[in-house]
């Protein structure tokens, strides 16, 4: 459990307090860590947003969105009241500087009620078309000036390209110094990804074989079976490489490619995940087609359920040209991953939920078992599963009981239910918590998120260029475009179903 006591007196401002991200994620977040003791003992939670209402219904529907959504399951009505004494609803503009005059008068007036300063963050769970808007009128109405008071916090998609990351971190940066700049990426915020730093730098085991020497290649897996649910007005204009691999994949990428810390400092880490996103190997304009495959879903089966094809989602245009599953092939140009791929593979509506990544290591340099002994022999491999199972499963060899010397294939588990009794915390506890410590070792700095635009640019331009012409190219409910092969070395293999998120089943065999 986060403890309080450090935390400064703190006043939410969540721009687009009745949407959707404010209503599903941030206040069941918020509530999970009041009920954990870990919120400040002064806090405010203001909504801002465009619609008539009044306090008392904005709390209606944030208490339904706790119910459904909260961590800690059931809501106490006692609970909910006291927290709910929390938060107001401010109506107003975004693009009005009374709003923002509003706000200032609030916070100014709790800093006396509290008798103390209050820090500010400052949220935008609005579409993205605020994001460029909001730190202007913050700047304009003195908001952002203190700089160790006052945080923006912001959610993908930073930018549609380059060019405009570039232009909205331009925007944030003339109204805000980088050091008060959150961007979220909700996965560094997930346990288990933050484990692979854990893994890989807390212990000596792994470290020296993790690399070109002993390393085959890399796979990192994050598929759905869910599709594009309500949001098909976003994700038709933005698809699955802006929406996953700009950020989540990248991410994941750095973290497994790194080189390890000097100090846990934000910015030490953050410079060195950086360096990788910069060792990425530029994707030549004429081989795209070659270490990228795209793909879109059409109907098909889910989990014993007919589902609609992407192109007849809602808010999806019926000739959309969206891709919904992407597949690339990447390589660094260093001294630890000269020549070793990195697969990366993203999808929705694939066969089942899976996020985790795969090393697998290289044969031995000698077999000096009988040929016999060595028929089901298959290399060392490690995976990291992020979700939905969170653990960690080593494969490696054995010798089979008998008489015989016959080697095959087990595994070695870690599961973090098993190992550690508490639940894991949602990624948004994790952090907002760290917003309101001022921590932004999980956060994305500017030059990162400019870096995986450049990394991706190519891509982007390529298929602007040449629309596909085989879309719907998968089946709801399958693993996706068989082109997806096709980017695999020889020998090399996307972790098969079965070994995704449900371990790889023992085989029995009679020997
Ligand atoms: C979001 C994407 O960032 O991540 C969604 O916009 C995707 O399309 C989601 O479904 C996946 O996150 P999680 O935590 O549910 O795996």
Not at 140 to 167: C, F, N, T, W
Not at 204 to 225: G, K, Q, S
Not at 328 to 338: A, E, M, P, T, V
């Amino acid at each position: 459990m986060k403890t309080s006591d450090q935390l400064e007196p703190t006043v939410f401002v969540i721009f687009g307090g009745a949407g959707d991200l404010t209503w599903r994620k941030l206040v069941p977040a918020l509530f999970d860590l009041s009920r954990d003791r870990s919120m400040p003992d002064h806090f405010s939670i203001i909504a801002v947003d465009r619609s008539e209402m009044g306090d008392e219904t904005l709390r209606r529907r944030l208490h339904d969105g706790v119910k459904k959504f909260s961590r800690q399951g059931m809501v106490k009505t006692s609970e909910w009241r006291e927290f709910a004494g929390h938060i107001s609803y401010q109506q107003g503009e975004f693009k009005k500087l009374q709003t923002y005059t509003l706000l200032g008068e609030h916070c100014a007036k709790l800093e006396k009620e509290w008798g103390a300063k209050v820090h500010r963050v400052f949220y935008m769970a609005t579409p993205p078309s605020m994001f460029g808007e909001i730190p202007k009128y913050l700047g304009k109405a003195g908001l952002a000036r203190e700089q160790k008071l006052a945080r923006i916090v912001i959610e993908k998609p930073i930018g549609y390209d380059l060019e405009s990351a570039r232009a909205l971190n331009a925007t944030l940066a003339a109204n805000f110094d980088e050091s008060q700049i959150f961007r979220i990426d909700h996965y560094l915020g997930k346990e288990t990804v933050q484990n692979i730093l854990a893994f890989r730098f807390a212990n000596p085991l792994f470290e020296p074989i993790w690399n070109r020497r002993y390393v085959d290649y890399v796979t990192i897996t994050a598929v759905e079976a869910v599709g594009v649910e309500h949001r098909g007005g976003y994700y038709d204009h933005a698809g699955a490489l802006r929406d996953m691999v700009q950020n989540h994949l990248l991410q994941l990428l750095c973290l497994v490619a790194m080189e390890p810390m000097v100090s846990f400092e934000a910015d030490e880490i953050r410079n060195k995940k950086v360096d990788v996103l910069h060792a990425v190997r530029p994707i030549d304009r004429d081989a795209v087609h070659q270490c990228v495959v795209r793909g879109q879903y059409g109907r098909g089966w889910v989990g014993g359920k007919k589902v609609p094809g992407y192109r007849e989602e809602d808010g999806v245009s019926p000739d959309s040209q969206t891709e919904t599953f992407v597949a690339l092939r990447l390589f660094l140009d260093n001294w630890r991953w000269q020549d070793v791929p990195f697969y990366l593979r993203t999808g929705k509506r694939l066969t089942r939920q899976a996020s985790e990544i795969a090393i697998q290591f290289r044969g031995v340099p000698h077999q000096s078992f009988p040929a016999e002994s060595t028929l089901d022999w298959q290399s060392s491999r490690l995976v990291m599963s992020i979700q939905p199972d969170e653990g960690i499963v080593l494969r490696f060899q054995a010798k089979h009981p008998g008489p015989k010397m016959h080697l095959r294939s087990v595994e070695m588990q870690f599961d973090y239910q098993d190992a550690f009794a508490a639940r894991s915390p949602d990624a948004y506890e994790t952090l907002l918590w760290d917003i309101m410590k001022n921590d932004a070792t999980l956060f994305m700095r500017a030059d990162q998120v400019e870096a995986a635009w450049r990394i991706l640019m190519p891509v982007l331009d390529v298929w602007a260029a040449a629309p596909p012409g085989d879309f719907p190219n998968y089946a709801a409910g399958t693993w996706g475009p068989e082109d997806a092969q096709g980017l695999l070395a020889q020998g090399h293999s996307w972790p098969l179903p079965a070994e995704l998120s449900g371990h790889c089943p023992q085989e029995k065999k009679d020997l």
